[in-house]
């Protein structure tokens, strides 16, 4: 059971933006930075954003992230086809000594 | 190029036992902690273990502590995940990887570099 609660789903049109939320606590979140990964299927997870909204080298700008107290958000721009996968949030627990993964948002380009 | 490739998975009898290995080539393997992450069918991602770049920390999920040990050669760059009493609830794709910054013993900011992960099937 993750401690780092997403919406299961969201969707928007190509070109529209799409914004995913993470609900976590002061254990987590409050406490450590947050990471957010795609999943796309038969594939390893690839780490879209790390430390709450920097992006590793390669990933594309329409990717963004953010975080406010125990909350943190992935936000995609510009949204294209490809960017039809399941997303992940990540922390450090501390409660845990752990990283944790969150429940997984699917998104869907309409 | 860096590259990991996870090795040691098959199928097993429930109890049993097994090592997976994760070879790596390409960086400086001794200043990185390393992850082991699985995914059941049907399910998202599980962290399961972390050892930090010395294999002085070491850390494991509630689902496995006490029948997992992770472990690291530097020499051989490589690093290990001892599974024992395997469960039916083990079964998974088993992915090594990276963490994003050297030098830290956590892995704090995320995993950048991922193998493509070894079955484990009980």
């Known amino acids: 059971q993750s401690g780092l609660t997403q919406p299961p789903s969201a969707s928007g049109t190509p070109g529209r933006r799409v914004t995913i939320s993470c609900s976590g606590s002061t254990s987590n979140i409050g406490s450590n930075t947050v990471n957010w990964y795609r999943k796309l299927p038969g594939t390893a997870p690839k780490l879209l954003i790390y430390?709450?909204?920097q992006r590793p080298s390669g990933v594309p700008d329409r990717f963004s992230g953010s975080k406010s107290g125990t909350s943190a958000s992935l936000a995609i721009s510009g949204l294209q086809s490809e960017d039809e996968a399941d997303y992940y949030c990540?922390?450090?627990?501390?409660?845990?000594?752990?990283?944790?993964f969150g429940s997984g948002t699917k998104v869907t380009v309409l | 190029e860096v590259q990991l490739w996870e090795s040691g998975g098959g199928l097993i009898q429930p109890g049993g036992s097994l090592r997976l290995s994760c070879a790596t080539s390409?960086?400086?393997?001794?200043?990185?902690?390393m992850t082991w992450v699985r995914q059941a069918p049907g399910k998202g991602p599980e962290w399961v273990s972390a050892i930090s770049y010395s294999g002085g920390h070491t850390y494991y999920a509630d689902s496995v502590k006490g029948r997992v040990t992770v472990s690291r050669d530097n020499s051989k760059n490589t690093v290990y995940l001892q599974m024992n009493r395997l469960r039916a609830e083990d079964t998974a794709l088993y992915y090594c990887a990276r963490s994003t910054f050297p030098d830290y013993i956590r892995p704090l900011y995320g995993m950048d570099v991922w193998g493509q992960g070894t079955t484990v099937t009980v």
């Open positions: 390409g960086f400086t393997f001794s200043r990185y902690a």
């Open positions: 990540a922390s450090w627990e501390d409660s845990l000594n752990g990283y944790v």
């Open positions: 430390d709450n909204n």
